[in-house]
């Protein structure tokens, strides 16, 4: 025989628990939100000038790039055709110096 007499009085029971530990939450007992809770909080972060002189360096630099690839091209004397006068691996390599050093 179980403590409770029957599944009924075991699900009110539970019910009940439930119902007591819902209305205790700290949330039901602060109240509604109204949207003022933090209306004292000062801002962080990167001001909205520094924001927009980011964004502004980010399009140069993604402008600027195909620019500086394109003038890095030379003329191959054999075949007449554009190319990059330096090794692929030279570009991984200088990545992997860049990242060691900063």
Do not use: W
């Amino acid at each position: 025989s179980s403590h409770f007499g029957s599944a009924s009085q075991a699900r009110l029971a539970a019910s009940s628990l439930l119902s007591s530990l819902h209305a205790s939450s700290p949330a039901m007992q602060a109240g509604q939100y109204t949207g003022n809770e933090f209306k004292d909080l000062k801002p962080s972060g990167p001001s909205s000038a520094a924001k927009a002189g980011l964004f502004c360096f980010f399009v140069l630099t993604r402008a600027l790039h195909p620019t500086i690839i394109d003038a890095s091209k030379t003329i191959n004397a054999e075949t007449g055709k554009r190319g990059i006068a330096y090794s692929n691996m030279s570009v991984v390599l200088g990545e992997c110096v860049f990242t060691l050093i900063a």
